[in-house]
Protein backbone atom coordinates (compact mmCIF):
# COMPACT_ATOMS: atom_id res chain seq x y z
CA UNK A 1 0.00 0.00 0.00
CA UNK A 2 1.04 3.45 -0.65
CA UNK A 3 0.64 6.32 2.03
CA UNK A 4 0.79 10.25 0.91
CA UNK A 5 1.01 12.46 3.62
CA UNK A 6 0.81 16.14 3.03
CA UNK A 7 1.95 18.96 5.08
CA UNK A 8 3.03 22.74 4.82
CA UNK A 9 -0.61 24.22 4.46
CA UNK A 10 -1.74 26.92 6.65
CA UNK A 11 -3.61 30.45 6.77
CA UNK A 12 -1.16 33.35 4.53
CA UNK A 13 -2.90 36.87 3.41
CA UNK A 14 -3.45 37.03 -0.33
CA UNK A 15 -0.35 38.12 -2.11
CA UNK A 16 1.91 35.42 -0.11
CA UNK A 17 3.50 31.83 -0.45
CA UNK A 18 3.35 28.54 0.80
CA UNK A 19 5.08 25.10 0.07
CA UNK A 20 3.16 22.03 0.53
CA UNK A 21 4.88 19.20 0.65
CA UNK A 22 4.00 15.54 0.05
CA UNK A 23 6.13 12.52 1.53
CA UNK A 24 5.33 9.17 -0.02
CA UNK A 25 6.06 5.60 1.67
CA UNK A 26 5.14 2.18 1.61
CA UNK A 27 6.67 -0.98 0.61
CA UNK A 28 4.95 -0.90 -3.29
CA UNK A 29 5.76 2.83 -3.98
CA UNK A 30 7.07 2.80 -7.17
CA UNK A 31 9.51 5.75 -7.71
CA UNK A 32 8.44 5.89 -11.06
CA UNK A 33 5.38 6.72 -10.34
CA UNK A 34 3.89 10.43 -11.62
CA UNK A 35 2.79 12.58 -8.38
CA UNK A 36 0.62 15.75 -8.59
CA UNK A 37 -1.68 18.14 -6.69
CA UNK A 38 -5.35 18.34 -6.16
CA UNK A 39 -7.54 21.12 -4.62
CA UNK A 40 -10.61 21.00 -3.34
CA UNK A 41 -13.99 23.43 -1.53
CA UNK A 42 -16.80 22.09 -0.33
CA UNK A 43 -19.13 21.25 -2.87
CA UNK A 44 -17.51 21.21 -5.37
CA UNK A 45 -15.20 18.49 -7.73
CA UNK A 46 -11.63 18.32 -7.19
CA UNK A 47 -9.32 20.25 -9.23
CA UNK A 48 -6.57 19.30 -10.53
CA UNK A 49 -3.71 21.27 -9.87
CA UNK A 50 -0.14 19.79 -10.98
CA UNK A 51 1.92 17.23 -11.75
CA UNK A 52 5.64 15.50 -12.03
CA UNK A 53 6.66 13.21 -14.14
CA UNK A 54 9.30 10.66 -12.20
CA UNK A 55 12.30 11.98 -13.00
CA UNK A 56 11.04 15.75 -12.82
CA UNK A 57 11.51 16.14 -16.57
CA UNK A 58 8.01 16.86 -17.47
CA UNK A 59 5.51 18.65 -15.70
CA UNK A 60 1.75 20.09 -16.20
CA UNK A 61 -0.14 21.94 -14.49
CA UNK A 62 -3.68 23.42 -14.50
CA UNK A 63 -4.14 27.05 -16.65
CA UNK A 64 -5.10 29.03 -13.78
CA UNK A 65 -2.41 27.60 -12.13
CA UNK A 66 0.89 28.46 -14.35
CA UNK A 67 3.31 31.30 -13.77
CA UNK A 68 1.68 31.36 -9.82
CA UNK A 69 2.60 27.67 -8.87
CA UNK A 70 5.62 25.33 -9.44
CA UNK A 71 5.73 21.64 -8.87
CA UNK A 72 8.99 19.87 -8.03
CA UNK A 73 10.19 16.54 -6.75
CA UNK A 74 12.99 15.15 -4.51
CA UNK A 75 12.99 11.15 -6.23
CA UNK A 76 15.70 10.18 -3.67
CA UNK A 77 13.59 10.87 -0.65
CA UNK A 78 9.88 10.30 -2.46
CA UNK A 79 8.75 13.64 -1.57
CA UNK A 80 6.64 16.40 -4.26
CA UNK A 81 6.65 19.87 -3.35
CA UNK A 82 3.92 22.73 -4.32
CA UNK A 83 5.54 26.52 -4.21
CA UNK A 84 2.55 28.67 -4.78
CA UNK A 85 3.40 32.24 -5.19
CA UNK A 86 0.93 35.44 -5.63
CA UNK A 87 -2.04 33.44 -3.82
CA UNK A 88 -5.53 34.34 -3.80
CA UNK A 89 -8.09 34.11 -1.62
CA UNK A 90 -9.67 31.78 -4.56
CA UNK A 91 -6.98 29.21 -4.08
CA UNK A 92 -8.41 28.84 -0.49
CA UNK A 93 -9.32 25.03 -0.45
CA UNK A 94 -7.70 21.53 0.74
CA UNK A 95 -4.60 20.77 -1.01
CA UNK A 96 -4.33 16.61 -1.93
CA UNK A 97 -1.30 14.81 -3.29
CA UNK A 98 -2.19 11.87 -5.59
CA UNK A 99 0.05 8.89 -7.26
CA UNK A 100 -0.48 7.32 -10.37
CA UNK A 101 1.18 5.57 -13.16
CA UNK A 102 1.29 8.29 -15.95
CA UNK A 103 0.82 12.01 -16.64
CA UNK A 104 -2.69 10.68 -18.12
CA UNK A 105 -3.77 9.10 -15.55
CA UNK A 106 -2.65 11.56 -12.61
CA UNK A 107 -4.98 13.98 -13.58
CA UNK A 108 -8.17 11.20 -14.20
CA UNK A 109 -7.15 8.07 -11.70
CA UNK A 110 -5.08 8.21 -9.25
CA UNK A 111 -4.74 5.13 -7.66
CA UNK A 112 -3.57 6.98 -4.26
CA UNK A 113 -4.86 10.11 -2.54
CA UNK A 114 -3.26 11.72 0.54
CA UNK A 115 -5.64 13.39 3.89
CA UNK A 116 -5.08 16.93 2.50
CA UNK A 117 -4.06 19.74 4.19
CA UNK A 118 -5.66 22.99 4.40
CA UNK A 119 -4.64 26.06 2.56
CA UNK A 120 -6.37 29.33 3.52
CA UNK A 121 -5.89 32.59 2.21
CA UNK A 122 -7.38 35.80 3.57
CA UNK A 123 -8.38 38.71 1.72
Known amino acids: QVQLVESGGGLVQAGGSLRLSCAASGRTFNTYYVMGWFRQTPGKEREFVAAISWNGLNTKYADSMKGRFTISRHVAVNTVYLQMNTLKPEDTAVYYC???????????????WGQGTQVTVSS
Open 98 to 112: AAADTLVKITTTPFQ
